[in-house]
């Protein structure tokens, strides 16, 4: 009778894991909405950005959230950055990069997984290189290594104005073949 059900009686074993408002707020920096800072932005712990960015942000480490009121002119090294304010510049995500339908970015993303939400505008190109998230490109190019001897493609003589089909030139060989197209 005095006896209460088991899912009544709270569990004192279990941690609890919400965090007060303190412990949150020493988890995650704030430029506010009245904020303007011109330069270079790093550290150790999370940033979001409501205010105005201009320069660089260099949080390769940690999350970098760009608030609806944020404008952000520079270019953004994060863990995960979402974006839901407006960006000129380009991103790289160690991990990825979010676009939130109310999001604008005009510049290049770099990162293993980008998500743009239904909405959201962008301008730029997209880079998703698991290996190199985070990473300013290089601008020396890759070299080029030859692929294996059974697998290479020779090309064969050029063809002759008068060559209508296709003409193989032996087994070991590669083919040459001209394909006429009427035009309208």
């Known amino acids: 009778m005095w006896k209460k059900p088991e899912e009544e009686r709270p569990d004192f074993n279990s941690p609890s894991f919400t965090k007060s408002p303190i412990e949150q707020l020493k988890e995650k920096a704030l430029v506010g909405p009245s904020i303007i800072v011109k330069g270079e932005l790093s550290g150790e712990e999370d940033l979001m950005i409501q205010g105005r960015v201009e320069g660089r942000v260099d949080l390769k480490k940690n999350n970098v959230t760009v608030g609806r009121t944020g404008t952000v002119k520079a270019n ?6 979402s974006i839901e304010g407006e960006v000129e510049g380009d991103l790289y995500g160690e991990e990825k990069i979010i676009v939130r339908e109310s999001g604008l970015v005009r510049g290049n993303m770099t990162a293993p997984r980008v998500n ?13 290189d698991s290996k190199g998230g985070g990473k300013e490109p290089s601008l020396q190019e890759a070299p080029v290594s030859p692929t294996s001897a059974g697998s290479q493609v020779k090309p064969g003589p050029a063809p002759t104005e008068g060559a209508k089909k296709a003409t193989p030139q032996s087994k070991e060989g590669p083919l040459s073949i001209k394909a006429d197209t009427p035009r309208a």
């Open 116 to 128: 743009l939400e239904d909405g959201a505008k962008f301008k730029g190109s997209i880079d998703m």
């Open 76 to 81: 953004i090294y994060g863990k995960i950055i």
